[in-house]
């Protein structure tokens, strides 16, 4: 059983930083794309960013920029440096990646999801 563990949310003033992680534990035989999605109140959940096992990196208009994602293959892990935080930013962000698990097929797993709140 594959399952994306995500950490790193909390409560920052507009202008801070934050980091999320998000792991992939469970039997993996690959992790392809790995990124960030999110959504907030009363809206549609949409990319923040994405990133390849190759780094190829792709980003939503409203974060380039500021947001830098980055991961550890070894680990399986994915992270989110945002930085200039505006309150716009606020949402749950859910971490996803497409992993090869022990049944050789080519899934999508999410995260739990964890809160950022941008707010003086």
């Known amino acids: 059983q594959v399952q994306l563990v995500e950490s790193g949310g909390g409560l920052v003033q507009p202008g801070g930083s934050l980091r999320l992680s998000c792991a992939a534990s469970?039997?993996?035989?690959?992790?392809?794309?790995m990124g960030w999605y999110r959504q907030a109140p009363g809206k549609r959940r949409e990319l923040v960013a994405l990133?390849?096992?190759?780094?190829?990196?792709k980003f939503a208009e409203s974060v380039e920029g500021r947001f830098v994602i980055s991961r550890a293959n070894v680990a399986n892990t994915v992270y989110l440096q945002m930085n200039s935080l505006k309150p716009e930013d606020t949402a749950v962000y859910y971490c996803?990646?497409?992993?090869?698990?022990?049944?050789?097929?080519?899934?999508?797993?999410w995260g739990q999801g964890t809160q950022v709140t941008v707010s003086s």
């Open positions: 469970g039997t993996i035989r690959f992790v392809y794309d």
């Open positions: 996803t990646a497409e992993i090869k698990g022990s049944d050789n097929a080519k899934n999508d797993y």
């Open positions: 990133i390849s096992p190759a780094g190829n990196t």
